[in-house]
């Protein structure tokens, strides 16, 4: 397995079947009275968030602790660029305290890459600006196969703002390297630049039309829209988005029965889900949730345990 | 004042002779008593005038002084370089102006011709004291709030009708702030999309290019367009330029031979404004350039200290150096591909830059009785760039580890050698 | 005593072959007759020291101590007409060896029915050698809870101890060399069942460690 995981081009398909099923063996540790294995003891992992993220950082710190690991946050919000001090800077500040891990969230895209560069320390992308979130991908991508079985041609429908998605990138990436079939629904404005030339390259398909698409759906990602966007001209109001691309009450009775229905959170009900879909039965994000956990302790656990993996 | 006797160069690329300089002019007859050049198998240019680069003094001393950039400029074969506004304090009075020009005398290596500001502290609201620098010690004719975009169309028409009192000229920094913002930072396309970075669409330019030959067309003024990137733009210059509208235009090295796919590895290095476009682009702007809709070749060189680009790209400064590699780049990408020829590169590089800024002393045809600004070139010379082989304060240099062929050789500034051999004289 | 339902274990895929191929370096030790009569004989013990089945568990350790688990169960319902419980343990994440080799995919632990707290639990492994697989055993069922007593059965002891454990039942003592490799083949796993004691070849430091997908046979107990 590659060193780091920055981006969900870092795994072959071998490696993300290993993933997964170390994750399945993880999943069992989180219901034992001792949530414990050693593996990672005497491992140092540091949580660098420069954005805020309680449930991307908490599901890491909880990963890495299960693990046995010692688990240290650093929020660099605010610092860097406002203090005159360079990312490089505050990267080597941390590693040279002796890193093994570097658990990375940036809200600039490529982040993860740079900072891969600048230390020997092993980085894991938590997510950076709007390019990738390799371990979300991993995350749904199990809990849909959990679901369905395999994922292997099944069409997987991922609706929302794609333009700003870091979640859609690594999805699309990688539930194509599992084999499913993948079709985007966004309206043009959210469509990312240039998504012509590379759907047809990396082999997805969009649509603006998501009623068209939906019956025929074995799963749907329902990602985030901010409301801030509508400011920038991206759609002309929260109520028009949801009528074109929500998953409202009515288009959750068309979906095929037993088709879950993912999103990374935090949700807006009501905006691009109803609270009936994000409360159904058929919904999978609080499996998201604890998926989170047993993938990144396979994660921290793949990329830490071996030999070369020490500082 | 010294004497020069320059031997066996081919001037302008025609044939080889021999080149005379006493007293700071090209005279007809070998002077006694003078250093000899040997030039054989070297082209002579006139001194290179760069339109465009940034020298961070006053204000960013850490990243290149006047003095360190024209080191840069003279190695580069540039004998009058233009030096833009956006320092700190901004160039926008005439007191600023003469500080630059004084700082350029001292170093006394190339003619540094301050630009000013179009408006008061680059705010674009305000016109700045145009008259006043232009009356100043620093002769200031090129304006430009390069950084930023002249954005209001009622301001910039109000530049543009402003300095036909005194002959002078806007360039434009084309980049509408509402289609490409702050953030912008990567031709809009596929890339940009695949890699997350905030797009940098290349209509944002071509609106202003096209807003702003109108402007020219109806104040009967001059405009120019600062480091033309896109081909949609070459085609709005080229039917401005066929309907007689007085519009001139640069372009850079690095938009000559660069494209966005560098940008895949998120190197900062790369990270420039206007931004790296597709082939296409780069193919059309060599055209342009070889066919004159393009006017001329201006580095735009932007030096920046080491901790300004060690951030994430999009948090990471605009800007790379160009002054040292200018003309290896023309060289390279125009002449060794037959696209033009040296007396092309003597145009591009030197006389039409000169004229479009006024600067009478340089962009000559190298004929007697003309300042002896001279530029000497070994046109088969293979360099690999070697980013810490600089004379610039900054190393944010695109060109390391790249292979090119042609150098310049010597630098000659109205007589006077200031570079020899390729080094300082 | 309630007949406990013996927990599913995972079944290895069964290669194509189940001859032994041709003799390769070394020497039979135990061939599938020997295994066979060993198997019964540890079943017999263990049933004798703990006086029948009550509070009795097997857990296997993977990937063949899970094979020699399930077939001693299987004796163990013939001769009391009952079901043992049985349950598999994964040590990988227990080893202590972990940073010296490329990560290594666990393997399942399933707990047996009715957990192991109180249990007399039997751990099973094909072989005993340095005694670490068994001590990370020891670890690993620490978090899983507290049993009774903890005895261990191995087919196979070959000695060269590094830790201060001893097992319970043994199918065959094999004094061996450090630099012999023994090699164990199960029905389940390798098509054939055979134990085979061969001269390392081309090994310069000592004990052959095992494939990456599993504890060895012959290096890692």
């Known amino acids: 397995m590659n060193k780091h995981l920055l981006s969900v081009d870092d795994l072959a398909v071998g490696d993300v079947e290993a993933l997964f099923d170390t994750a399945a063996e993880m999943h069992d540790v989180q219901h034992r009275s001792v949530k414990k294995l050693p593996a990672l003891r005497g491992r140092t992992v540091v949580n660098l968030f420069f954005e805020d993220s309680t449930r991307t950082r908490s599901s890491f710190e909880i990963a890495g602790k299960w693990l046995s690991a010692d688990v240290i946050n650093v929020s660099a919000k605010g610092s860097s660029v406002s203090k005159g001090e360079s990312l490089r800077d505050t990267v080597l500040t941390v590693a040279a305290m002796g890193v093994d891990g570097l658990v990375i969230r940036h809200g600039a895209s490529g982040a993860a890459q740079q900072v891969s560069q600048w230390t020997d320390a092993v980085v894991i992308n938590a997510g950076d600006g709007m390019h990738e979130h390799p371990t979300q991908a991993l995350l749904d991508a199990y809990t849909i196969q959990r679901r369905l079985g395999t994922l292997e041609d099944k069409h997987v429908v991922i609706v929302g703002d794609l333009t700003h998605s870091r979640v859609f990138r690594s999805n699309v990436l990688l539930l194509a390297k599992l084999g499913a079939r993948v079709t985007v629904v966004a309206p043009p404005t959210l469509m990312p630049a240039g998504v012509t030339a590379w759907s047809k390259d990396a082999g997805f398909e969009t649509t603006y039309d998501l009623d068209e698409v939906l019956p025929h759906a074995d799963a749907v990602m329902m990602l985030r829209v901010q409301r801030e966007r509508m400011s920038g001209g991206f759609f002309p109001s929260a109520r028009e988005y949801t009528v074109g691309y929500g998953l409202t009450r009515d288009r959750l009775g068309v979906l095929k029965p037993g088709a879950p229905i993912c999103h990374p959170g935090p949700m807006n009900r009501g905006l691009e889900i109803a609270a009936d879909a994000a409360d159904a039965a058929q919904s999978a994000v609080l499996d998201q949730v604890s998926a989170g956990v047993a993938i990144r302790m396979s994660v921290l656990y793949h990329l830490l345990a071996g030999e070369g993996s020490a500082s | ?425 | 005593m309630a007949p406990a339902q013996s927990a599913s274990v995972p079944a290895a895929s069964v290669p194509a072959a189940s001859v032994p191929p041709a003799p390769a370096e070394g020497r039979t030790v135990l061939d599938a007759r020997d295994i066979s009569r060993a198997l019964t004989r540890i079943s017999h013990e263990i049933l004798e020291r703990n006086k029948g089945l009550d509070n009795l568990v097997l857990l296997g350790i993977p990937t063949r101590g899970v094979h020699l688990a399930r077939r001693i169960s299987e004796r163990i319902a013939k001769v009391e007409g009952a079901e043992v419980p049985l349950g598999t343990l994964d040590i990988t994440m227990y080893r202590d060896d972990l940073r010296r080799h490329p990560t290594r995919n666990p393997q399942h632990t399933l707990m047996p029915p009715g957990g192991v707290d109180g249990k007399v639990v039997v751990l099973v492994d094909d072989v005993l050698f340095s005694g670490r697989t068994v001590r990370a055993a020891l670890d690993a069922m620490n978090d899983l809870g507290r049993p009774a007593t903890v005895r261990l059965a191995v087919l196979v002891d070959r000695g060269h101890r590094e830790l201060p454990i001893r097992a319970d039942h043994v199918g065959k003592n094999l004094p061996s060399a450090r630099t012999e490799r023994v090699m164990v083949r199960l029905e389940e796993s390798d098509g054939y069942d055979e134990v085979r004691i061969a001269p390392m070849t081309g090994a310069v430091n000592g004990p052959a460690t095992g494939p990456l997908t599993g504890p060895a046979t012959g290096a890692s107990a």
């Not at chain 2, 494209?259 to 990270?271: A, H, I």
């Not at chain 2, 790296?276 to 200290?305: K, M, Q, W």
């Not at chain 2, 090119?404 to 051999?421: C, K, M, W």
């Open chain 2, 1 to 425: 004042m010294s004497a020069l006797v320059i031997k066996g160069a081919s001037v302008l690329g025609d044939g080889g002779s021999d080149v005379y300089v006493e007293n700071g002019h090209l005279v007809a007859e070998a002077p006694t008593g003078a250093r000899v050049v040997d030039a054989d198998g070297l082209v002579a240019l006139p001194g290179l005038v760069d339109l465009h680069t940034h020298l961070r003094e006053p204000g960013r001393e850490d990243a290149e002084t006047v003095l360190s950039g024209s080191q840069a400029a003279a190695l580069g074969g540039f004998t009058a370089v233009l030096a833009m506004a956006n320092t700190s304090p901004v160039t926008d009075t005439a007191e600023a102006a003469e500080r630059v020009l004084d700082l350029g005398r001292t170093a006394g290596l190339v003619d540094v011709q301050p630009v000013g500001a179009v408006t008061k502290g680059l705010a674009g609201q305000e016109l700045a004291e145009l008259g006043l620098m232009a009356r100043s010690r620093a002769k200031v004719r090129v304006f430009s709030d390069d950084g930023r975009c002249v954005h209001d169309p009622r301001v910039m028409r109000r530049a543009l009708e402003y300095v036909r009192a005194f002959g002078g000229v806007v360039s434009q920094h084309s980049q509408d702030p509402d289609l490409a913002g702050p953030t912008a930072c990567c031709h809009e396309g596929e890339l940009s999309g695949r890699l997350g970075l905030p797009g940098w669409p290349g209509v944002a330019e071509e609106v202003i290019v096209a807003r702003d030959v109108m402007l020219a067309r109806h104040t009967n003024s001059r405009v120019h367009v600062a480091h033309v990137s896109t081909a949609g733009s070459v085609e709005v210059i080229r039917w401005a330029k066929s309907r007689g509208i007085d519009v001139t235009a640069e372009v850079t090295p690095h938009h000559l031979l660069l494209t966005t796919d560098l940008l895949s590895g998120y190197d900062p290095v790369f990270k420039v404004n206007p931004p790296l476009r597709p082939a296409e682009d780069v193919a059309a702007l060599r055209d342009a350039l070889a066919d004159g809709t393009i006017d001329a070749v201006a580095t735009d060189h932007a030096p920046h200290a080491r901790h300004d680009k060690e951030h994430a790209f999009v948090d990471a400064a605009f800007g790379m150096l160009g002054l040292e590699t200018a003309l290896s780049v023309v060289s390279d990408v125009m002449v060794t591909s037959g696209a033009m020829t040296w007396a092309d590169v003597a145009r591009v590089m030197s006389q039409n830059p000169a004229r479009i800024a006024g600067l009478d002393g340089h962009g000559g045809t190298l004929a007697v009785g003309q300042p002896a600004n001279i530029t000497l070139v070994d046109p088969a010379a293979v360099v690999v760039v070697d980013r810490a082989d600089s004379a610039s304060l900054s190393r944010n240099n695109p060109w390391h580890e790249r292979k090119l062929t042609g150098a310049v050789v010597a630098t000659v500034l109205r007589g006077t050698p200031t570079v020899l051999n390729g080094a300082l004289a």
